[in-house]
């Protein structure tokens, strides 16, 4: 004979789960940018990256590009890689004029393996990589691979910066001090580093109580990739009797990083667009000031 009681069926489609894995697939399809995950993948495999910058003199005036060709060799332990907003940051910077990079001093916030800042001393910036002490091998590796590509007037070195203490290291200081241009590529993961970033933030422009160390700082450019582990409310697992949270990228606008900037006084504005090829809908570029 058979029980009163109902089994539920197995296959019994749950409306809000279904939702969020269908949300979630689109956010995977917007993730991937085809001209960013190939140069990703030739910086993971240590082989020659090509960006296009545009040409000094008269070449400029009828849109002359020539190729810069890098590479890098990322630590075998995976302790730092290339990412997205690195690549975003390249693209870009190569794309504008050459007199926006051509002998300028620019530090380079958590460099990691030195993507950014190689590729600005490649464009004749005068660029200081700074990151935490165990990671001067990988960036000084990436200056010594790349070292015949940069030609007068730029130039690229490391100092060690611990931002939890930015006001220690002296030679860092000298390098913030004379800086025309600050560059940070995904300087935060999640909320300890957000801490720690703002703390060299305050201290750069002067608003923790103490002179500031950048005197001559004309732009502070931060790109960011917003990220589902950390800065979008959106993305957070909901409670299972909750609706789903994922939509689609407008949930950017949602940033807690970009909201901790603001919370502490600071302006955050549009740098400039990304490079064409290189739009990623989960990647921006900013410029800090205080308001």
């Not at 200081?173 to 970033?197: H, M, N, Y």
Request: proline letters at 8%.
């Amino acid at each position: 004979g058979t029980s009163g009681m109902s089994l539920p069926m197995a296959d019994s489609p749950d409306p809000a789960l279904e939702a969020r894995v269908a949300a979630l697939r689109r956010l995977a399809a917007h993730d991937v940018v085809p001209a960013i995950h190939e140069i990703l993948g030739l910086c993971a495999a240590g082989a020659e990256v090509r960006l296009s910058r545009k040409v000094a003199g008269p070449g400029r005036l009828v849109g002359y590009t020539k190729d810069v060709r890098l590479r890098f060799e990322p630590p075998e332990d995976g302790s730092c890689r290339v990412h997205e907003a690195s690549v975003v940051f390249g693209a870009t910077a190569a794309s504008l004029p050459a007199a926006t990079w051509r002998g300028r001093l620019i530090v380079e916030l958590g460099c990691g393996v030195g993507f950014a800042g190689v590729v600005l001393a490649a464009l004749g910036g005068r660029v200081v990589l700074t990151d935490l002490p165990h990671l001067e091998a990988a960036a000084s590796g990436s200056i010594a691979l790349n070292a015949p590509l940069i030609r007068s007037p730029g130039s690229a070195t490391f100092c060690a910066l611990d931002w939890t203490w930015p006001r220690a290291r002296v030679p860092a200081c000298g390098a913030l001090r004379q800086a025309s241009i600050v560059v940070a590529t995904d300087p935060v993961v999640g909320l300890e580093s957000q801490k720690d970033f703002l703390v060299v933030v305050r201290a750069l422009l002067g608003m923790d109580g103490e002179p500031p160390l950048c005197t001559d700082l004309e732009q502070l450019i931060v790109v960011h990739k917003h990220q589902q582990s950390y800065c979008i409310s959106g993305y957070v697992a909901p409670l299972p009797d909750a609706p789903p949270a994922v939509t689609g990228v407008e949930e950017c606008e949602k940033c807690l990083f970009r909201r901790a900037l603001e919370d502490a006084g600071l302006a955050v504005g549009r740098w400039q667009h990304a490079a064409i090829g290189f739009e990623h809908p989960f990647v921006e570029c900013w410029q800090l000031k205080p308001r």
